[in-house]
């Protein structure tokens, strides 16, 4: 069973312009982090943000979490092509001493 | 330094087959997950490593799954008698602690005929 679930699916925008991806999960949870996953590879870990933080940034990127309505976003500005790949958002449920819980991803394409 | 590797990146079983897909984590990480990511989706959890101690196995689909890490750092996932169902990409990642960032391998895309 996967906790998170990402909005939308799939994307496709401009290069240049700003990917917005949404993430909803469903128990209370320690923290949130966004993974991203080249077509065929392994997951590159992005951003971690806890529970009691409300927004993060890393260069380009910025997490937003509101725990009240459980969802976090994930903005990427200024897209490059070397953005195109899956990003999935994964909670760390605050039952759990150990797993964390993927969704199921959004596929963003960047056309050049 | 090297990240996590995983062996082999592809094995094509035939059904009924058992298979053992291996793990090499970075060095000092205590801990060692095990996902597994059928196509288009997440991963999903299967098995976790604190050292030697697997701690948590909820997630492996049945008995035929079997997962080791006898000196705390290679990990083996053993499927027996694999099953049409069981072809996915396995992926393992290991982090420092616990609740820290994951580090993931490249995956093992097993297919199962």
């Known amino acids: 069973s996967q906790q998170g679930e990402e909005d939308p699916q799939a994307l496709s925008i401009q290069e240049g312009e700003n990917a917005t991806m949404n993430c909803s999960y469903k128990t209370s949870i320690n923290n949130l982090q966004w993974y991203r996953q080249n077509s065929g590879r392994g997951l590159v870990h992005l951003i971690l943000i806890r529970s009691n933080e409300r927004e993060k940034h890393s260069g380009r990127l910025r997490v937003t979490l509101d725990t009240s309505k459980k969802s976090s976003s994930l903005l990427i500005t200024a897209s490059r092509a070397a953005d195109t790949a899956s990003y999935f958002c994964?909670?760390?449920?605050?039952?759990?001493?150990?797993?964390?819980?993927f969704g199921s991803g959004t596929r963003l394409s960047i056309r050049p | 330094g090297a990240g996590v590797s995983q062996s082999p990146r592809y094995k094509v079983a035939k059904r009924g087959q058992d298979v053992a897909l291996r793990c090499d984590p970075i060095s000092g990480h205590v801990s060692l997950f095990w996902y597994q990511q059928a196509l288009g989706q997440g991963p999903e959890f299967l098995t976790y490593?604190?050292?030697?101690?697997?701690?948590?196995k909820s997630g492996l689909p049945s008995d035929r799954f079997f997962a080791e890490r006898p000196e705390g750092s290679v990990s083996t996932l053993k499927i027996q008698r694999t099953q049409q169902e069981d072809s996915a990409v396995y992926l393992c990642?290991?982090?420092?602690?616990?609740?820290?960032?994951?580090?993931f391998g490249p995956g093992t895309r097993l297919t199962v005929l």
């Open positions: 994964a909670t760390d449920p605050y039952s759990s001493a150990s797993k964390i819980i």
């Open positions: 490593f604190q050292n030697e101690a697997q701690l948590d």
């Open positions: 990642a290991s982090s420092l602690l616990t609740y820290n960032e994951q580090f």
